[in-house]
């Protein structure tokens, strides 16, 4: 079956630093999702992505799609505090509609 | 306008025992999904529903179960419930098949 893969699983990060955390799919995805869940909380939508190569901004947030149409990135620029929690990404395909999610990449900020 | 309400919030029970958690979505979404988080892990596929049908299903035994109303409301149940079956069990809510998901504050089942 269709795996969402997430990497890395941890990152630390010092306040005012850029990361990027990648999703890998095993199949073609029709498109791809993003989310975030605070601890203790519950996953909040942040983008969706359809479009082979599609990047979109949010602020300091910016989300890629691949040509192949399996793989993506969030890339966070200017890291604050308020960034802190999982990332999740989460893929359709065009032949069913279950929302497989990775494992999700979980950020800490170093004041 | 409301969000997507689950009930009860928490719930523990006895292994062997079975459960039944409430889903409202959104006014005007048509689609109510369900998924379990265990801790650490990312929300896992259970069920889908659209217009009161079953559109997809996960890797789950027979001891789930879902169904959805009429009013688009929807609830899971979970029969026989096992050790590894404690987690937050989510529900959200799409306009359509494959559009974002909106998600209600989960039940948290503790199995004893």
Same mark, same amino acid.
């Given at each position: 079956?269709?795996?969402?893969?997430? %990497?890395? /699983?941890?990152?630390?990060? /010092?306040? =005012?630093?850029?990361?990027?955390? $990648?999703?890998?799919?095993?199949?073609?995805? *029709?498109? %791809?999702?993003?989310?975030? /869940?605070?601890?203790?909380?519950?996953?909040?939508?942040?983008?969706?992505?359809?479009? *082979? =190569?599609?990047?979109?901004?949010?602020?300091?947030?910016?989300?890629?799609?691949?040509?192949?149409?399996?793989?993506?990135?969030?890339?966070?620029?200017?890291?604050?505090?308020?960034? +802190?929690?999982? $990332?999740?990404?989460?893929?359709?395909?065009?032949?069913?509609?279950?929302?497989?999610?990775?494992?999700?990449?979980? +950020?800490?900020?170093?004041? | 306008?409301? =969000? +997507?309400?689950?009930?009860?919030?928490?719930?523990?029970?006895?292994?062997?025992?079975?459960?039944?958690?409430?889903?409202?979505? %959104?006014? =005007?979404?048509?689609?109510?999904?369900?998924?379990?988080?265990?801790?650490? /892990?990312?929300?896992?596929?259970?069920?889908?529903?659209?217009?009161?049908?079953?559109?997809?299903?996960?890797?789950?035994?027979?001891?789930? *179960?879902?169904?959805?109303?009429?009013?688009? *409301?929807?609830?899971?149940? +979970?029969?026989?419930?096992?050790?590894?079956?404690?987690?937050?069990?989510?529900?959200?809510?799409?306009?359509?098949?494959?559009?974002?998901?909106?998600?209600?504050?989960?039940?948290?089942?503790?199995?004893?």
């Amino acid at each position: 079956g269709q795996q969402v893969m997430q %990497i890395p /699983q941890y990152q630390h990060v /010092q306040e =005012g630093e850029d990361f990027t955390t $990648y999703c890998n799919s095993s199949t073609t995805l *029709s498109n %791809i999702q993003w989310y975030k /869940q605070r601890p203790g909380g519950h996953p909040v939508f942040l983008i969706q992505l359809v479009k *082979s =190569g599609e990047v979109k901004k949010q602020k300091r947030l910016t989300f890629q799609f691949g040509e192949a149409k399996k793989n993506s990135s969030l890339h966070i620029t200017a890291t604050q505090t308020t960034d +802190v929690g999982t $990332y999740f990404c989460a893929g359709l395909t065009s032949n069913d509609y279950k929302l497989s999610f990775g494992a999700g990449t979980t +950020v800490t900020v170093r004041a | 306008d409301a =969000g +997507v309400t689950q009930s009860p919030t928490h719930l523990i029970k006895t292994r062997g025992q079975h459960v039944t958690l409430r889903c409202s979505p %959104i006014s =005007g979404h048509k689609s109510v999904s369900w998924y379990q988080q265990v801790l650490g /892990q990312g929300p896992q596929f259970i069920f889908q529903y659209y217009e009161k049908e079953e559109r997809g299903r996960g890797n789950f035994p027979d001891r789930f *179960s879902a169904r959805q109303f009429p009013n688009y *409301s929807s609830e899971l149940n +979970v029969n026989a419930l096992l050790l590894g079956d404690s987690a937050l069990y989510l529900c959200a809510s799409t306009l359509d098949l494959n559009t974002e998901a909106f998600f209600g504050q989960g039940t948290r089942l503790t199995v004893v």
